[in-house]
């Protein structure tokens, strides 16, 4: 069996680790992910789901500026990751 790909590994991430009331499955690549109109996630969410982006993917966020633009949508974090990991220099 394959890995999942990142956009899924991105949805349990959030599922498990902000215990959303909600599936992978029901979370759409393109959902926003904070107010009202998309999952609904607050700041206190925001902190979880960076910490849980090192902790998952090795990928920090250094500011606020960064975490507003890179944390909108699954696929704006999916993007987020593959532009950090393919910066960082080979381990």
């Known amino acids: 069996m394959s890995e999942p790909d990142l956009r899924t590994q991105i949805k349990e991430m959030l599922v498990k680790n902000l215990m959303l009331q909600t599936t992978a499955d029901q979370i ?6 904070f107010g009202p109109g998309g999952l609904g996630l ?29 944390l909108r949508t699954v696929d704006t974090i999916h993007d987020y990751i593959l532009e950090k990991r393919e910066a960082a220099p080979p381990a």
Do not use: W, Y
Not at 28 to 33: E, F, H, R
Not at 53 to 69: D, Q
């Open 28 to 33: 759409g690549n393109d959902l926003p992910l």
């Open 42 to 70: 607050d700041s206190i969410d925001a902190l979880e789901l960076v910490v849980s982006m090192e902790k998952t993917f090795g990928v920090g966020v250094p500011n606020s500026e960064v975490a507003a633009k890179a």
